[in-house]
């Protein structure tokens, strides 16, 4: 069956090896970004693993007013339509205490741009009995923590939202793998301290890929993070706020 991609936040590492395993099946690849330079030279590597197609196509989590644009570009793909969120942002906490004006854009990258896209999609979905939408959150959605809790609170809201969408696609046919990474290897997390066990790119891209295949609905990458996400949520509150992970 033709099978169509659009990959939001395509020059992230882990989208680009996500891609080339969709292209490697055949599938079509719109790939979002605000840099179309780099997306172009993707595409033409997705082409040359086997995509059936592979396009750029400007997507910035800041402008809505450029998705419906996107949503009838794909409306001109025959077959199941699927997407892949991998867009986000992290500016240092400090950095936010410092101007809070930060905030507005942390929450459109990693919440609200992509949620309404997704919104703007899902009819399309329903009416095509189908696909599947792949949406990366965060293990720092889990619990607020000092270092990072505003970018922790978007990641949160995205992962109850893609909850909720998953109840909508499911009575049409489709489906909605939430995706929470641990620590990875990233322009995200460049230079950052304290990091540990930290994941490659690739290595989160094949689990997304199994999940996908598997219908999963909520997976963590690499798996162990799911038990020390376990733990972390269990550390009773007078304790943990005096923690400092
Ligand atoms: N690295 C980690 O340890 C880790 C852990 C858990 C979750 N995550 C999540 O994994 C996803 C991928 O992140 P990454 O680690 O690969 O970092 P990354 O390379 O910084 O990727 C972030 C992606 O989001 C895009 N983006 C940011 N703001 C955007 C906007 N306003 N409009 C459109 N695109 C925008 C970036 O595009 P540009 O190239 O145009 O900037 C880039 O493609 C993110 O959602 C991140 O929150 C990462």
Redesign the pocket.
């Known amino acids: 069956m033709n099978s169509t991609w659009i990959i939001?936040?395509?020059?992230?590492?882990?989208?680009r090896a996500f891609a080339r395993a969709v292209a490697a099946e055949g599938a079509a690849v719109l790939l979002?970004?605000?840099?179309i330079d780099?997306l172009m030279v993707m595409a033409i590597d997705c082409r040359l693993r086997g995509a059936r197609l592979a396009e750029p196509v400007m997507?910035?989590?800041?402008?809505p007013g450029g998705f419906a644009d996107l949503i009838e570009r794909m409306e001109k793909e025959e077959g199941e339509l699927n997407a892949a969120?991998?867009?986000?942002?992290?500016p240092e906490q400090s950095a936010i205490d410092e101007d809070p004006s930060l905030i507005d854009?942390v929450i459109?990258?990693?919440h609200t741009?992509p949620v309404r896209f997704l919104q703007m999609l899902a009819p399309l979905m329903e009416a095509r009995g189908g696909g599947t939408v792949v949406g990366?959150?965060?293990?720092?959605g889990d619990r607020g923590r000092l270092g990072n809790y505003v970018?922790g609170s978007a990641?949160a809201g995205f992962a109850t939202y893609l909850s909720g969408l998953r109840n909508r696609l499911t009575r049409a046919g489709g489906h909605v793998v939430t995706?929470?990474?641990?620590?990875?290897?990233?322009?995200?997390?460049w230079g950052l301290p304290g990091?540990f066990l930290?994941?490659t790119?690739e290595a989160?891209a094949k689990d997304i890929l199994t999940a996908v295949r598997k219908r999963k609905n909520t997976i963590y990458t690499p798996f162990f993070w799911r038990y020390i996400m376990l733990i972390i949520r269990h550390i009773p509150e007078p304790i943990f706020k005096k923690m400092k992970i």
């Open positions: 939001l936040g395509a020059t992230s590492s882990m989208a979002a970004g605000r840099d780099d997507f910035d989590a800041r402008k969120v991998f867009v986000g942002s992290m854009g459109a990258d990693s741009g990366v959150a965060s293990v720092a970018y990641k995706v929470k990474p641990g620590f990875v290897d990233t322009a995200m997390t990091m930290v994941a790119p989160v």
